[in-house]
């Protein structure tokens, strides 16, 4: 009787799927270069378990940009949960709507952990429009990194 000793082969690397995460960039955040002498005074990202939960805050969020658009609500109210170029776009966007913004629907999708992009349907006057907003979350907070209204 013949019998047979099959080796064993080396075990094939497992592929381990790694999750993505945000990494802010300094000139991203608007602070200057002497600001980053010191690693402990740079944004740091938050995961998602140290983050306000997503869906209420993009309502509350939107809610209150169209409370600005809508002159009911000052710009300078969403300044610390904002990037200031999206600030700046807020304080231009609120002088060019005349007619106050209405929410229809609110779309969010979450790419990588600690990153919220979102869609919001407007009605302004007669026409439907949408909101683009992209959050991240960063020292414990989400911070509106994009505004675009298409």
């Known amino acids: 009787m013949l019998a047979f000793y099959l080796e064993p082969t080396p075990a094939e690397p497992v592929l381990v799927p790694t999750k993505l995460y945000l ?8 602070r200057g270069v002497e600001d980053y002498s010191d690693p402990e005074f740079l944004a740091q990202p938050s995961p998602l378990s140290e983050l306000p939960e ?6 509350k969020f939107a809610l209150s940009v169209v ?4 002159g009911r609500r000052s710009a300078n ?8 170029q999206v600030h700046q776009q807020l304080l231009v966007k609120s002088s060019t709507i005349n007619v106050a913004p209405k929410i229809r629907k609110i779309y969010i999708s979450q790419p990588i952990e ?16 949408s909101l683009i907003l992209r959050f991240e979350g960063v020292d414990k907070r989400w911070l509106c990194t994009e505004l675009v209204l298409l």
């Open 23 to 30: 990494v802010p960039t300094p000139e991203y955040f608007g």
């Open 54 to 59: 997503i869906q209420e805050w993009v309502t």
């Open 67 to 70: 409370e600005i658009w809508g």
């Open 77 to 84: 109210q969403l300044a610390r949960w904002c990037h200031r």
């Open 114 to 129: 600690g990153v919220a992009e979102t869609t919001v349907t407007l009605r302004i006057g007669e026409r439907v429009r």
